[in-house]
């Protein structure tokens, strides 16, 4: 389950659903977390060729994904207009059994619909 700072009263539907993603995410609701998607939708994530689309995204999540399970923490969420962008933690267990901690942002845009069209995952870590 997600761990967040209380949300703020009047939150915007666009950070709502951003919510929702992750709470989706953590509880492993891959069906229901693809849903949030747009089909034309693209995921940029390190390490990974663009995921496009609905079909791609199952096959990631399903699949490729390299975390068995786990749990984020949301620590900043700002919207301006329809993108949204993300700071926290994630802490879990990867497939190969190894415990991370890292600390991660995300970027996500909507479209008018409220259906994500684009997300940008960035990791912290010492490569530079």
Not at 8 to 35: K, T
Not at 82 to 108: C, M, N, P, Q, S
């Amino acid at each position: 389950m997600i761990t967040e700072h209380p949300a703020p009263a009047g939150e915007n539907e666009e950070v709502a659903r951003v919510r929702e993603y992750y709470r989706l995410v953590d509880a492993c609701d891959v069906p229901g977390l693809v849903g949030l998607f747009a089909e034309e939708a693209v995921y940029h994530r390190p390490g990974y060729p663009p995921i496009e689309g609905h079909a791609g995204l199952e096959s990631f999540y399903l699949g490729e994904r390299v975390i068995e399970c786990g749990r984020h923490t949301l620590d900043t969420v700002v919207a301006d207009g329809r993108k949204v962008a993300v700071t926290g933690a994630f802490e879990g267990d990867l497939k190969d059994g190894r415990h991370v901690t890292l600390k991660f942002a995300d970027v996500f845009v909507l479209d008018t619909d409220r259906r994500f069209v684009r997300r940008d995952t960035y990791f912290h870590t010492p490569l530079v």
